[in-house]
């Protein structure tokens, strides 16, 4: 207690008070900042808490305690979840901007939305291709108010895939590539690049690729369908799809396919096989990206950043069902074995 309020207490106690007690009058509390943290396929009620169960929620809220930022405290975090309806996110927007938030963190068609939505919030996106989305005219040098992370990791990841999924499958001949339609009719250079990469890499590996492209819900069913016609025997799903990955993997499981995907959940839900991008470390450095536009960064001064750490989860019953024995040369290399 200091000797100004000591020497205040001392007067109200004997009653001699002489001036209006101004220095006792709370003052207007400091501003807190306020950031907005939307997920599209998280529950709301995972992303809830100190810690909260959604690992890459938590791994951003942590991340950012470790920075010195506390929700409720000297921070204010917005949560919330689209529940995969891509057409309750424009909503969501408006929310956050009638509450004026000092950030939007989001990913996929949530940085989108919140790109559509503002012009002057700093946004920061967990997508891939942003230049392809429109979201900044360059990586390098954010254009716009978006910059982030993309899960790309640049040269080599599609053709690590398909030689991962190779090694798994040995007798695989003709894989099937889940990828976005528009790559024909209007591919960025990025989408055109990875294409070209996972067709020299099927010449080595000796297998023909099936691309089938899928746009919107109602084109997974005629993909599915194409896939079977064509005959493949393995597959390639990219992560267009990562919102209906339960369906990919029974469809997967059903026709009999091994199938490599970008993402751990994949693996966890049953897929064979995930190599990818770390998406929790992602969800660290977009703390990072937070922290700096808090203490006044913008994003034209933060260039995009591609993945440093990647993660190879393999499912081992899922490979029991399909018949697959893998080999220990690939199991080693597994940062995890789902049993």
């Given amino acids: 207690m200091n000797l100004r309020r000591l020497a205040l207490l001392g007067g109200v106690a004997a009653g001699t008070l002489a001036t209006p007690l101004r220095g006792l009058v709370a003052q207007p509390a400091a501003r807190r900042p306020r950031i907005a943290l939307i997920f599209e396929d998280v529950p ?42 891509a057409e309750q996110l424009p909503a969501l927007m408006q929310e956050m901007i009638a509450l004026r938030v000092d950030a939007i963190v989001a990913s996929g068609a949530g940085a989108i939305a919140a790109s559509n939505a503002t012009g002057n919030i700093p ?13 900044t005219g360059s990586l390098a040098r954010p254009t716009r108010n978006v910059t982030g992370l993309t899960a790309e990791a640049g040269p080599g990841m599609e053709g690590k895939r398909l030689q991962l999924l190779k090694e798994a499958a040995p007798a695989a001949r ?38 089938v492209g899928v746009d919107r819900d109602e ?3 005629p993909a599915f369908r194409s896939i079977v016609d064509q005959h493949a025997d393995a ?33 966890e839900l049953g897929g064979l096989f995930a190599y990818g991008a770390n998406l929790a470390h992602l969800w660290r450095r977009a703390a990072d990206f937070t922290d700096r536009i808090l203490r006044g960064a913008k994003p034209a001064d933060l260039p995009f950043e591609q993945p440093t750490h990647f993660e190879f989860v393999i499912n081992a019953k899922a490979a029991k069902a399909l018949g697959l024995t893998l080999p220990n040369s690939l199991l080693l290399r597994a940062d995890e074995v789902i049993e």
């Fill in 44 to 85: 709301l009620a995972a992303m809830a808490g100190p810690e909260p169960a959604s690992r890459y929620a938590r791994a951003f809220v942590l991340r950012l305690r470790e920075l010195g930022w506390n929700d409720g405290s000297n921070l204010v975090i917005e949560r919330r979840s689209s529940g995969n309806r």
């Fill in 123 to 135: 946004i920061v996106a967990l997508i891939d291709n942003p230049e392809g989305f429109g979201l």
């Fill in 174 to 211: 003709r894989v099937a590539v889940i990828d976005f339609k528009y790559i024909d009719a209007r591919a960025t250079p990025g989408t055109h690049a990875r294409r070209l990469e996972m067709e020299a890499a099927a010449r080595t590996l000796g297998v023909s690729l099936a691309h």
């Fill in 219 to 221: 084109d997974i069913e």
């Fill in 235 to 267: 597959m390639l799903e990219l992560g267009n799809l990562i919102e209906e990955r339960q369906r990919v993997v029974d469809f997967a499981a059903r026709q009999r396919l091994p199938a490599a995907y970008p993402a751990r959940e994949y693996a």
